[in-house]
């Protein structure tokens, strides 16, 4: 059975810092293009950041320079870090994993940025 379970989220002010974690059980986690998505309210899932098996790194354009994506093959664990977080940051923040046809999602977790 395939879980990835997701941790680190909450309320931060404006400025401040999280870091999201996702830990994979079930798959071959050195396989898989790992990656983080985020979903505000009305909006459309949108990507934030992944990180291939190779430790090749996408970032968007939005969340640039101050999110960083990284991963932890020993321990099948994918990493969100967030710093300079604004209040257009606030979304539910899934974690997600690809490999070939198989793709799987996190239960997501939320994350507010509020004064």
């Known amino acids: 059975q395939v879980q990835l379970v997701q941790s680190g989220g909450g309320l931060v002010q404006p400025g401040g810092s999280l870091r999201l974690s996702c830990a994979a059980s079930?798959?071959?986690?050195?396989?898989?293009?790992m990656g983080w998505y985020r979903q505000a309210p009305g909006k459309q899932r949108e990507l934030v950041a992944t990180?291939?098996?190779?430790?090749?790194?996408n970032v968007a354009d939005s969340v640039k320079g101050r999110f960083t994506i990284s991963r932890d093959n020993a321990k099948n664990t994918v990493y969100l870090q967030m710093n300079s977080l604004k209040p257009e940051d606030t979304a539910v923040y899934y974690c997600?994993?690809?490999?070939?046809?198989?793709?799987?999602w996190g239960q997501g977790t939320q994350v507010t940025v509020s004064s």
């Open positions: 997600h994993a690809r490999f070939s046809a198989l793709d799987y």
């Open positions: 079930g798959i071959t986690f050195s396989l898989y293009t």
């Open positions: 990180i291939t098996s190779g430790g090749s790194t």
